[in-house]
């Protein structure tokens, strides 16, 4: 409970309901989603089983998704380790259509990394040495991050449960080739709360861009799977 100190009243509160007080810290998860996920507004929409492990101690995220497309298996991995990212999309497990990296992949997988933060480990949001907090009324709460040389803001919205219900950012990056990048503002609405592994948290939610022609949903996440400190 004494960690929760200094924390704005509406993160205190998500952090008790998710059942954070009194449970160890948490160092890793892994987690399993399905659902459907689509390339752009005018795109087919895949369905799609991904897995990932996030270590928090220092920051790492290991996200590979399959799917696939007019009977063509396509895979998406989201490597994020030390201060550097990149994203790599195969075809068939041999044709590369997609190779990023640079300083926009690193700023919008830091601000991916706290997302997961928010809505799949929350007792990790006691971190006071990477994350400052601004109360922002009784019902949001803003937060800077800071990881390898990036720090990265966001608007946290909750419902009057407690729950995190969405988290908003201006720092990621819409990419669709890897090589050009736009910045929009992405959002991850969410709800539909359970139990998993003894901790209550988010079991779907959507990723959004906010773009010029209007908001733009390219992915729908059903929580399969999730356990905590699965190594040390």
């Known amino acids: ?11 205190q509160k998500y952090l008790r309901i ?30 799609f ?22 009977g063509l298996p396509i895979e998406g991995l989201h490597v ?12 068939a497990s041999l044709l590369q259509v997609v190779d990023a ?11 991916t990394l706290f997302n997961d933060m928010c809505m799949l480990a929350p007792a990790a949001l006691i971190d006071k040495e990477r994350i400052q907090w601004e ?3 009784s019902l949001a709460a803003r937060a800077s991050f800071t990881h390898g040389g990036n720090t990265i803001r966001a608007q946290l919205t909750f419902n009057q449960s407690g729950e995190l219900t969405d988290f908003l950012s201006n720092d990621r990056f819409f990419s669709a080739d890897g090589k ?8 991850t609405p969410g709800g539909r709360y359970r139990e998993f592994d003894g901790r209550n948290v988010v079991s779907y939610g959507e990723v959004v861009w906010h773009t010029p022609e209007g908001d733009f949903t390219y992915g729908k996440f059903n929580l399969a799977e999730i356990e905590y400190n699965v190594r040390d």
Do not use: C
């Open 80 to 91: 994020f380790r030390g201060d550097s990212a990149t994203m790599q999309v195969k075809v």
């Open 18 to 47: 998710a059942g954070a007080v009194g449970k160890p810290r948490i160092r890793n998860f892994r987690a399993v989603f399905t659902g459907d996920f689509r390339t752009g507004p005018k795109s087919p929409w895949m369905v």
């Open 1 to 11: 409970e004494a960690d929760l100190s200094g924390l704005p009243p509406p993160v």
């Open 180 to 187: 050009t990048f736009k910045s929009y503002p992405w959002s």
């Open 49 to 70: 089983r991904s897995e990932q492990y996030n270590f928090l101690d220092q920051p790492t995220r290991l996200f590979l998704m399959r799917a696939a497309l007019y």
């Open 101 to 111: 990296k640079g300083l926009e992949m690193n700023r919008g997988e830091t601000v």
């Open 135 to 137: 109360t922002d009324g």
